[in-house]
């Protein structure tokens, strides 16, 4: 049976994505990683913050910090209270110019808490006021030349982010020595 052109455009794709991911995350510090680990574990409570799919990538980490049992808010939702002193707030942003997340990492810092910004720029605004920074080597939304990524727009970064961020969980999940059992009995259960 051949395979046909679909198929083989979502297999060479597949193969891309992987590729890019594989690239981008093994040239993450894994200092930096391990001070951002260190820095959640020791947080009195997490707000996370971000715009469009960079946002989305950390409302996911968000859960499954909330399945380790640590308190975390999303910053803007309703419930969400007022960040202070001990808190951290996590915020992407490939540019690390994004209005929204310079603005609430500078109320952050106002505040006493700390910041723990992931973004592809070292040199931004984001990554300089930040107590500390993941720097992930990908293309922004805004860089069109496909040196960096042949996906459009940041869509490396927010893949990034939602991977750096799922490793970041899996660590402290086995550091914690909870069973999956245990986690679960924190899952939402009014789905």
């Not at 971000?50 to 996911?60: C, I, P, T, V």
Request: charged share 15%; net charge negative.
């Amino acid at each position: 049976m051949a395979i046909s052109s679909t198929a083989l455009s979502y297999l060479s794709n597949t193969s891309l994505i992987l590729f890019e991911l594989d690239r981008t995350l093994t040239s993450v510090s894994e200092a930096d990683v391990a001070a951002a680990q260190c820095a959640i574990v020791s947080a009195r409570r997490l707000f996370i913050a971000g715009a469009g799919r960079s946002g989305l990538a950390l409302k996911m980490a968000a859960m499954r910090f909330m399945h380790l049992g640590l308190t975390v808010h999303v910053a803007g939702e309703v419930t969400a209270p007022a960040i202070a002193a001990g808190d951290l707030l996590i915020v992407a942003s490939g540019s690390g110019t994004t209005r929204s997340a310079v603005h609430a990492a500078e109320v952050a810092i106002k505040v006493g808490a700390d910041v723990l910004a992931l973004t592809t720029a070292a040199g931004s605004r984001l990554a300089d006021i930040a107590r500390y920074v993941i720097v992930i080597p990908a293309a922004t939304k805004q860089d069109h030349g496909g040196t960096k990524s042949e996906q459009y727009a940041g869509a490396l970064f927010e893949q990034s982010v939602l991977l750096l961020m799922d490793a970041i969980f899996q660590t402290m999940w086995h550091e914690r020595g909870e069973s999956a059992e245990q986690l679960w009995k924190r899952h939402a259960n009014l789905e």
